[in-house]
């Protein structure tokens, strides 16, 4: 089921501390394109509905601050769990970015699009090969063997915020294309065995699903122009073992949109409603999400960013930075200080021993949008709205919020 609300909300004025350097919002014919893996996700079904049924969760009216100081036009939130009635979205809108928090002013969002994530879709298989198969919604490892890790159906969804009009009649989400139909895909192998590419049995290929939440194609209408919001959240390449399962996987999400922009590659794409092929030539269209791959440092497998970063149609030389991210570096050492990565780049504060803190999170425009400008919330110590993100046990998320403005 896919929820879709218009909506109306009163902006209130406030008294308004300074933005985030670098942050006032986007100008002219300039829009601003963000993706924040706020962390808004719950241990239990139906947590967050009631978390958000109230103006006064502590870590919702963070990051609700967050996202008025750096003000997106269109806003991708991973981390964001689903339900199918689209309340936790709704009450998200009215209870915290309509209402001015820390002095920030509100922000309102007339439209807004979610649909269901592969996250705790019991798979009814030994997805770990652990010999168990968990078919009951929280118990020990349910979610590994889940379509997508997650307690339950919908954890750690996805939500997407809009000041302009999303063309829901051209939505296309890929939420059900199966890994094995991806030309070439990198399946993980049973190293016991000797034959290849089989940690996943054929009768489990022929259910496992690439997408560990969701891929979704949201055409926006930003003045006379439609723009392609392409938005996903790849599985993290770590938790598994030597078949490097997650590893592989979160490469192939990664490759997805990158054979979805490229003419001539997308032709075995097929989307939820059976239509098949990639995005026509020519269309403009921005990649947004936490994409679980830094382009130097982590686990991924084989470069797996890099088939963004270094694609045709894709504009991967504007990389958004912080003057925060690089403090954290020095201040946090551990693995930090091994890193080949310039730390300034980076999006989320992991744990200091592994993997360190990482490039894994992005907004990556066609080449055919001009980039203006862009960053990263995370401010220095210093600075009164460190407040917003500050240390472990974070206020808000371990990722920060990431913009770019472009000029459709």
Do not use: C
């Amino acid at each position: 089921m896919v929820i879709v609300r218009r909506v109306l909300a009163v902006v209130t004025a406030a008294a308004l501390l300074p933005l985030m350097p670098g942050a006032a919002e986007a100008t002219g014919r300039d829009t601003r394109f963000a993706t924040f893996n706020a962390s808004l996700n719950r241990n239990a079904e139906g947590q967050l509905v009631a978390d958000l049924s109230t103006p006064g969760n502590a870590q919702a009216k963070v990051i609700a601050e967050i996202i008025q100081r750096t003000r997106p036009d269109v806003l991708l939130i991973n981390e964001f769990d689903y339900d199918a009635e689209g309340a936790a979205a709704r009450l998200f809108q009215d209870n915290y970015l309509s209402i001015g928090q820390g002095g920030a002013r509100a922000i309102t969002y007339p439209h807004r699009y979610t649909a269901p994530s592969n996250t705790g879709i019991a798979s009814g298989f030994d997805l770990n090969n652990n010999g168990a198969v968990v078919t009951t919604p929280g118990a020990a490892g349910y979610g590994d063997d889940a379509l997508g890790f997650g307690a339950f159906p919908g954890q750690y969804g996805m939500v997407v915020y809009s000041k302009y009009p999303i063309d829901v009649r051209g939505v296309r989400t890929f939420q059900k294309f199966l890994w094995k139909d991806m030309p070439g895909a990198v399946l993980p192998d049973d190293p016991a065995t000797p034959e290849p590419a089989d940690w996943y049995s054929a009768e489990e290929r022929q259910v496992f699903r690439l997408s560990s939440k969701s891929h979704w194609d949201l055409p926006v209408r930003v003045g006379h122009r439609t723009v392609h919001f392409l938005v996903s959240h790849p599985t993290p390449p770590t938790f598994d073992g030597a078949e490097d399962r997650n590893g592989r996987r979160n490469h192939d999400e990664i490759r997805l949109w990158a054979d979805y922009t490229h003419p001539g590659r997308g032709g075995y794409i097929y989307d939820d409603r059976g239509r098949r092929g990639g995005l026509p030539p020519g269309e403009p269209f921005v990649i947004a999400g936490d994409q679980n791959a830094d382009p130097s440092d982590g686990d991924s497998y084989q470069d797996a960013i890099h088939q963004l970063l270094d694609h045709p149609r894709i504009d991967g030389g504007f990389a958004p930075s912080s003057a925060g991210a690089t403090e954290a570096t020095t201040l946090q050492g551990g693995a930090n200080a091994t890193h080949k990565g310039d730390p300034k780049y980076d999006t989320a504060d992991f744990a200091d021993t592994a993997p360190g803190n990482l490039r894994a999170d992005y907004v990556l425009p066609a080449k055919r949008l001009k980039a203006t400008g862009g960053g990263v919330f995370w401010p220095v110590s210093s600075d009164p709205l460190s407040r917003l993100t500050g240390v472990f046990p974070f206020p808000s998320s371990d990722h920060r919020l990431v913009w770019l403005d472009v000029k459709p």
